[in-house]
């Protein structure tokens, strides 16, 4: 494998354009350009239809570009890759698995005996605090439990790349919150590269090193916003107060 | 204290109400017996309406040769075989089948056109055809039914298929699963509780075709053959006792479909 060392991620140019039902073609993602760092939080931030999901889908590998190229250390995606995972907004683990067996998916698919991938999955169980369930059904969890057991699957593949799309958009807020502190502190152990997409601007704020602002459909990278303020973030601080407010404006900006 | 005993006394009720609705449900059979019994006596022709003790006295001798003809425990056995060759054929054939179709979208356009014109033409009608082609025998019933259950079998497959959450499947190929992986680790158990739901209906029907076939001339055994055996004797009691033995059966093999649908596939309809 070339660039091995340096898993940086690179968007160049990258357009995607979707025929519709009654055969117009919708330009979900107009020219995408954007550099990652390895071991960085990216927040993709960027109104409902702009085409987030479309990016993410196209950077893990499951759409194609319609132009342009997401690469991978050096190398161009053109299929999932063991690099990458993928973490979906719900409904992605198995409800006929037990969570040990959910977590171990990635494990099983590649081959590792059981006995192997089992110690690894309850690694990454314990990682998130789920070590006791390991034996339970999805259908038994919480819905926050239920997406640390999706980030315990996905960094037991042990990918580079965490993408999630949306992963907390359908908790609670005070779950949401939890679950944003508890991812930081997995990110911080794991030192993965994190691309997260987010419709909600304080969530964008309160993880990342650098909010990347989509602009609506056909979209663009309209400015990436670098989050200076030391983490935890406290979210009534006059600087995240400040932050937020200026990447409110680009977004109602662009709306006018 | 007080809230374990509020806890407890709903779960009495609860249990109460369980069994008063069980006993409602039981009123109607027991007033059909009564009428029965009743119409028995005062028709008292035992060739039309024969008395309650005369069927359970059959029923309770279930080893005895009747007329010649077998046993009912013997019959049923035979029927049970028969239905297990068509129904297993009608599995083997539509769960792969279905499989296919629901899995490649240009599998289905070619097979479903024909699978729609098919499954319009009741099985009972091809009884004709399967007699000019194959004779009486285990051939043509296996035939009849495999024509009756295949269709729920397939559709059902299809269905379980084609209704797999895409995000399940999406998950599957970003961890790198291959597409036969994605096929035995995803979609197949996925689809597991509607194919078997297929399998019940399938069975159900598969049921009431070995009985019709078994009742067509130059059959010498089943209990459909058994029960059309007695009416030519003038048997009533031998029908209504063969006729409760083919219900009962029925039941007890939905009853363990469903059992199995309960335990194994708790997760359908609780997925989230
Ligand atoms: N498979 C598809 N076929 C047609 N249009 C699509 C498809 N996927 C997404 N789109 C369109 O592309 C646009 C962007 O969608 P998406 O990436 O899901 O946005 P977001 O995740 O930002 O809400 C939307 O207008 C959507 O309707
Ligand atoms: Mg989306």
Known sequence: MEGNDKMSLSIKHVSKVFVNEKGEEVTALGDINLEVEEGEFICILGPSGCGKTTLLRIIAGLDDPSSGRAEIGGREITGPAPELAMIFQEYSLYPWRTIIDNTAFGLEVRGISKEERYAKAREYLDLVGLKEFEGSYPYELSGGMRQRVAVARALCSEPQVLLMDEPFGALDAQTRNTMQKELLEIWKKTKKTVIFVTHSVDEAVYLSDRVVVLSPRPSEVREIVTVEQERPRERTSLEFAQVRRYVLSLIHNGNE | ?272
Request: glycine fraction near 10%.
């Open chain 2, 1 to 272: 204290m007080e809230g374990t005993d509020t806890a407890k006394n709903r779960t009495r009720k609860q249990r109460d109400n369980v069994w008063r609705r069980r006993a409602l449900g039981a009123i109607l059979p027991i007033l059909i017996i009564i009428c029965w019994e009743i119409a028995a006596i005062l028709i008292d022709n035992e060739f039309i309406l024969p008395r309650l003790e005369s069927v359970l006295a059959v029923l309770a001798a279930p080893t005895v040769d009747i007329l010649g003809s077998g046993s009912l425990i013997n019959n049923a056995l035979l029927s049970i075989e028969r239905v297990i060759m068509g129904f297993g054929l009608a599995a083997l054939v539509g769960i792969p089948v279905g499989l296919v179709m629901g899995y490649w979208q240009r599998v289905e356009d070619f097979i479903d056109t024909t699978v729609q014109l098919f499954r319009p033409i009741p099985p009972l009608a091809w009884i004709p055809l399967a007699l000019a082609w194959f004779k009486t025998g285990i051939v043509s019933m296996t035939f009849i039914i495999f024509i009756g259950s295949v269709f729920p079998v397939l559709l059902n497959t299809v269905d379980g298929v084609k209704s797999v959450n895409k995000t399940w499947v999406e998950s599957a190929r970003t961890f790198g699963a291959s597409q036969r992986q994605v096929l035995a680790k995803v979609i197949m158990p996925a689809s597991l509780p509607t194919i078997w739901t297929g399998l019940r209906v399938g069975f159900g029907i598969a049921w009431m075709c070995v009985v019709a076939a078994e009742m067509l001339p130059g059959t010498t055994s089943g209990l459909g053959y058994l029960i059309m055996y007695a009416y030519n004797w003038g048997q009533v009691q031998v029908i209504i006792a063969g006729m409760i033995v083919i219900g009962l059966i029925g039941l007890l093999i939905d009853g363990l479909f469903r059992v199995i649908e309960h335990q194994r596939f708790r997760w359908r309809g609780m997925t989230r």
